[in-house]
């Protein structure tokens, strides 16, 4: 009976080709319905977010919470509570909102129509410039999410000046300059929060879709 070699058998086993689990189409296609998988989570969030937005402003809106509280800063940096400044403020506040649901209405249905393409999309290069696309409206959807709070403190913010002017007010500076930081530490605060929202909740979603796309890259390079 021959003598067994173990080293020369783990080397003929090493030197044995081995064989690929999965071809690329196949790879392609589970990729592919990864992909869309991930998608529809985004739109389905931003669904989600879209209607708690709307029924957290009506709720507001009509209980007038935004309302008293905007009052109240007004009048602790001294000025007189108006019919004037109260329909100014409330047609302002209410030309917001609907700014901006219109907006996440938009991102809603950019969402939905990037999952609608990648859903029919076949052809590899396709799938990877849909891919990309996607992340663009993602970081466009949380960028403009950003802008349009500090668009809505300033608004605010020149609103109070200009309602302190018009009544020829001349606040303390202590209150003014209390005001001011709060202003500016609310915002940061909320910019901060918001950042964290996106980067937990979208942040995981995206970071699987971009192991995705290098996979879909790498298929890509090996047909050329």
């Known amino acids: 009976m021959p003598e067994f070699d173990l080293d020369s058998f783990k080397k003929t086993w090493q030197e044995q080709p081995v064989q690929q689990k999965y071809d690329n189409n196949e790879i392609l296609q589970m990729l592919n319905r990864k992909s869309r998988n991930y998608v529809k989570y985004i739109f389905w969030i931003s669904v989600f977010e879209f209607i ?14 935004e309302t008293n509280g905007f009052l109240n800063v007004l009048e ?25 649901l219109i907006i996440t209405a938009y991102f809603v249905y950019k969402f939905y129509q990037n999952y609608r393409k990648i859903r029919i999309e ?9 891919i990309i696309q996607f992340k663009r409206t993602v970081n466009a959807f949380i ?13 605010f913010t020149v609103f109070i000046i200009y309602s302190l002017n018009s009544q020829n007010i001349e606040p303390k500076n202590s209150d ?17 929060l918001i950042w964290l929202y996106y980067r937990l ?15 879909l890259k790498e298929i890509d390079s090996q047909e050329i």
């Open 122 to 130: 076949e052809n590899l290069k396709g799938l990877i410039t849909r």
């Open 176 to 192: 003014l300059t209390i005001f001011i930081i709060g202003v500016i530490l609310t915002t940061g605060l909320s910019i901060l």
């Open 201 to 215: 909740v979208y942040g995981i979603i995206m970071k699987k879709l971009d192991k995705n796309l290098i996979q």
């Open 52 to 65: 708690l937005f709307s029924v957290m402003g009506l709720f507001y809106f009509f209980k007038g919470e």
């Open 143 to 155: 960028l403009i999410s950003i802008l349009l709070l500090v668009a809505f403190t300033s608004i």
């Open 76 to 100: 602790k940096l001294g000025a007189e509570k108006t019919p004037e400044i109260e329909n100014t403020f409330d047609n302002i506040y209410m030309i917001l909102k609907i700014l901006s």
